[in-house]
């Protein structure tokens, strides 16, 4: 099941927590430091995909 959830995704692979964590350290790095108000997705393109509506 979670194999044929992760070919959903542009990036065929699940997220795992080591994902979360290096866009949580991005964020809160000095490199970071011009972004403001933005909504990051970590979903691994899937937001990025068109659905049938």
Known sequence: MAK???Q???LPRL???ED???LADFLLSGDAGWMTG???SL???RSSLR???
Do not use: R
């Open 4 to 6: 044929g959830i992760a």
């Open 8 to 10: 959903m995704h542009p």
């Open 15 to 17: 997220g795992q927590p």
């Open 20 to 22: 979360a964590a290096a």
């Open 38 to 40: 933005q909504i990051v």
């Open 43 to 45: 979903d691994g393109g």
């Open 51 to 53: 659905t049938k509506g």
